[in-house]
């Protein structure tokens, strides 16, 4: 099979000899049906082509003989995108021209993307291989969830991983737009709302309908969250006879779980709400919406006396009884407002009925249920992209792992999934780096088929991957380097990154149990600099495989861990000069005894030596002090490292 670069990988793939060459002649047309945003999308082809290249691409009729990229869809697709749509699409690309052809608008957008993916350098200029695709998606709903509420995420940040996302064929932004600590949409109907609940950092209207006009532009849907009966503290600065109790409210500053929820007993709630989501039903046209439902602990209904009356009058049980009618009612005004409701998996509960779509953070088996039980689902649990696991862990999730004793009715309730990029940790200079390249892997998993699952082509492609993102604009390439320099007061940042390289931040939980943060606490620390996956520790680690099953040489492994052995000389007093890097010195420490240790182990084992026990515990005392974060920072090489330790002795890796 010829080794490609696409990503996600299409059902079908079969290349030819030959290519198409891409040239001055080059120019795309459209054929079949045609609409403004077909051709706006053939525009933006060729201007990434033309970026790529340096070549002047053009556009041209179908019936131009010039034309080397014809692209025919079928019909069109309504006026508001839907949960299903067909966006299959076949494209077959030969010497002398190719053609993409597709049901619907999405199809042909889906197609696009793969056209330009497949451009490649030939040996005199830019090609692209003889190709016969037939593709079509696995799950129709693949997301991204961006959380602008705990950190205010610009307009022109969130467009740009609108592109991203369609480049990888996701195609639902889920906007989460209100927390405890920000309510970021403007309402002209309840202004208080954003004008005391956001700390002026909001996005009006007109930008809302500029980010859902851009999303429809590049086939994405875009999925609005108010969270609601709990996260709910900044809506009740403004409106605190929302809540369940008394004010006053402030604008919430640390992260968690607090204690503020809506008043389900009151009438004047309801009619609050109606009046709310019907004025954010014009501004969000997608069918679905979502009321988050989440993390609702109860303790302010625990000590409202009213609201506990109103639980034993009513016969609702308990406070999950009342949440649940409280969803109900809910459900009733998105209803009459033409919308669906989504949820996390607190608001599953038999008394609601089976439209609505559960997302589950609880993981596949609660998904697997809730389709048994006849309810939608999508699958957030694995997808944490703040959770700063490795793409490999993300790819190895599927949606369907705990489906196989379901019926094919109940699996194709479950619609797909998720990646989440929740905002505590991240801001509008970091959050690129926090969802790519990785949350390309997760796109792969909702779009191709299950048994693509090969991680290190997966690895493979993904570079290439990352920098077609970086040629779209993303940053999380691109401004690795400049927040290095700012650590180091604008001072060389060589050896830093040497060390920056081999680092990642702590995972799952390990920044809130490290220190205290709050939504005020700068994001700007070596941390937020480091990338959440270290290219360099993988690929020291294939070399330690390699050199322990002979099949590289022990170069491979010492070239670098006698870089990172002298490193600290080089780097420790400009560590101590800046402000801002005097606590990475004992992690640069630290890097320089693994990499001894390394190298000593390295040593013995190429001349097959054995380490004696006393000196293997020593050296494995040393790297238990190496791996344990520091900085909240976690040193990526050790486990590598620990390998060869234990190599060296003759031990079996534990």
């Excluded at 197609?111 to 037939?134: C, W």
């Excluded at 696995?138 to 991983?161: M, Q, S, T, Y």
């Excluded at 006849?374 to 490999?392: E, F, V």
Aim: charged content about 25%.
């Amino acid at each position: 099979m010829v080794e490609h670069t696409l990503m996600p990988v299409p059902r079908s793939i079969v290349f030819d000899s030959g290519s198409l060459a891409i040239d001055l002649p080059f120019r795309a047309a459209l054929g079949g049906y045609v609409e403004p945003r077909l051709e706006r999308a053939v525009a933006r082809l060729t201007t990434r082509l033309t970026a790529e290249t340096g070549l002047a691409i053009g556009t041209g009729q179908a019936a131009d003989r010039a034309v080397s990229l014809t692209v025919h869809t079928m019909r069109a697709a309504g006026a508001v995108q839907a949960a299903v749509e067909d966006e299959s699409y076949t494209l077959v690309v030969r010497p002398d021209g190719a053609a993409l052809r597709a049901a619907t608008p999405y199809g042909t957008l889906r197609g696009l993307e793969t056209f330009l993916q497949l451009v490649e350098r030939g040996d005199s200029g830019f090609i692209v291989p003889a190709v016969s695709i037939e593709d079509a998606p696995r799950f129709p709903w693949r997301g991204l969830l961006i959380d602008g509420a705990r950190h205010f995420i610009p307009p022109e940040v969130i467009k740009r991983n609108i592109d991203a996302m369609a480049a990888v064929k996701l195609n639902v932004l889920h906007w989460h737009l209100t927390e405890d600590q920000g309510f970021r949409v403007e309402s002209r109907r309840f202004p208080r709302l954003h004008e005391m609940g956001s700390d002026g950092r909001y996005y009006t209207q007109d930008q809302v309908r500029e980010i859902v006009a851009y999303a429809r532009d590049r086939g994405v849907r875009v999925v609005p969250e108010f969270d609601m009966p709990g996260h709910t503290t900044s809506w009740f600065v403004g409106h605190p006879e929302l809540a369940s109790g008394p004010g006053p409210y402030e604008i919430g500053r640390r992260w968690g779980v607090f204690d503020p929820a809506m008043d389900p007993t009151r009438e004047e709630v309801f009619t609050f709400i109606d009046a709310f989501l019907g004025e954010m039903a014009t501004l969000f046209p997608d069918p679905y919406f979502h009321i988050g439902g989440d993390e609702v602990n109860g303790k302010q209904w625990d000590a409202s006396a009213g609201v506990q009356a109103y639980i034993r009058e009513r016969a609702l049980g308990d406070n999950h009884g009342l949440q649940a009618y409280f969803n109900r009612r809910l459900l009733a005004i998105l209803t009459r407002h033409g919308k669906r409701m989504v949820g996390w998996d607190e608001i599953f509960h038999p008394d609601l009925p089976r439209d609505i779509v559960v997302q589950s953070w609880r993981g596949q088996e609660s998904l697997a249920e809730g389709a048994s039980l006849g309810y939608q689902g999508i699958l957030s649990n694995g997808y944490y992209l703040d959770h700063i696991r490795p793409a490999s862990f993300h790819y190895q999730i599927d949606p369907l792992s705990a489906a196989a004793a379901l019926d094919a009715a109940a699996r194709d309730r479950i619609l797909g999934g998720e990646a989440c990029m929740w905002a505590e940790y991240v801001t509008a200079e970091t959050i690129d780096s926090r969802i790519w390249p990785r949350t390309a892997a997760i796109a792969e998993r909702f779009w191709s088929a299950a048994d693509v699952t090969d991680v290190d082509d997966m690895y493979r492609r993904l570079e290439i991957t990352s920098q077609r993102l970086g040629w779209l604009g993303l940053t999380h390439r691109s401004g690795y380097e400049p927040m290095l320099r700012r650590l180091t007061d604008h001072g060389p940042i060589a050896s830093l990154r040497i060390l920056a390289d081999v680092l990642e931040p702590v995972k799952g939980y390990g920044r809130s149990a490290a220190r205290e943060y709050t939504s005020l606490v700068p994001l700007n620390r070596l941390v937020d600099a480091t990338r959440p996956e270290s290219d360099r520790a993988r690929a020291f680690s294939r070399a330690v495989d390699g050199l322990l099953d002979g099949s590289s040489d022990e170069s491979a492994v010492t070239v670098w861990l006698e870089r990172w052995r002298d490193n600290h000389d080089r780097l420790r007093d400009q560590l101590r000069a800046a402000p801002m890097l005097r606590e990475a010195e004992s992690l640069s420490w630290n890097l320089r005894q693994a990499a001894e240790i390394g190298l000593s182990a390295a040593g013995a084992f190429g001349e097959g030596r054995r380490v004696p026990a006393d000196q293997r515990a020593a050296q494995l005392e040393l790297l238990d002090q190496a791996a344990t974060p520091q900085a909240e920072l976690l040193i990526m090489v050790v486990p590598a490292i620990r390998r060869l330790v234990l190599a060296a002795h003759g031990t079996v890796n534990p």
